[in-house]
């Protein structure tokens, strides 16, 4: 069974800055998908960002870029120029045949 | 921008009631799920759902669980004798390949 670990319960980061959140996680399959969600107060689910396992490029979506070493099982998140805005929850979460599974989350705090 | 909505956003109910929960996904995805969240825990995966069937389903997803779609557009969740320990924010999701998600808003459902 796969798991994800997400070692950093709460983190915090002062805006404008930068701050990298870390996943690792446990698998024996060669192709799989790896999400960041974020998860706001109002506790709905946002998609940050997505890296398919097979692309050794890591992805980049405007201020978020990850940090993906397939052989090390990592997959870290860097915020860039944080906002109060994304101050949240943020899961990891690891995808393989329509089994989706989440790490227990990193909340972040964006201070003014 | 097309987005997946679900209802009630918050439904209340006895211990041993049946409840179904809501969704309407976005309206040309294929691939449909649920997952819950147990307040200050992580969102589990329940089951997956696509060309009219199950295609993956988790532990959690007993006989007390089950999904369908009814009339092409809703995704319907139905708890049928609820448990004190199904309090929880259950998440909608749908996508047009295996490898997207997008979630709804979630419902959060109280049992007393």
């Known amino acids: 069974a796969q798991t994800v670990t997400q070692s950093q319960p709460e983190m915090s980061v002062q805006e404008a800055e930068t701050v990298t959140l870390s996943c690792t996680y446990d698998?024996?399959?060669?192709?799989?998908?790896l999400f960041w969600y974020k998860q706001p107060p109002s506790r709905q689910m946002i998609l940050v960002i997505r890296q398919e396992a097979y692309k050794q490029q890591n992805a980049t979506e405007n201020r978020f870029s990850v940090n993906f070493q397939k052989a090390a099982k990592s997959f870290s998140l860097k915020i860039s120029d944080s906002q109060l805005g994304d101050t949240a929850m943020y899961f990891c979460a690891f995808w393989r045949h329509n089994d989706m599974r989440f790490g227990a989350g990193t909340r972040l705090t964006v201070k003014p | 921008e097309p987005e997946v909505t679900q209802t009630p956003s918050h439904q209340v109910t006895q211990m041993g009631q049946e409840v179904i929960l809501r969704c309407v996904p976005i309206s040309n995805h294929l691939y449909f799920y649920w997952y819950r969240q147990i307040l200050g825990q992580k969102v589990e995966f329940l089951v997956s759902?696509?060309?009219?069937?199950?295609?993956?389903k988790s532990e959690i997803f007993d006989d007390q669980f089950s999904v369908e779609r009814p009339d092409g557009s809703n995704f319907t969740l139905k708890i049928r004798s609820t448990k004190l320990e199904d309090s929880a924010m259950y998440f909608c999701?749908?996508?047009?390949?295996?490898?997207?998600?997008?979630f709804g808003p979630g419902t959060r459902l109280t049992v007393l």
């Open positions: 698998t024996s399959e060669s192709n799989y998908y």
């Open positions: 759902f696509y060309n009219n069937e199950i295609s993956e």
């Open positions: 999701a749908s996508g047009r390949a295996r490898n997207e998600q997008f």
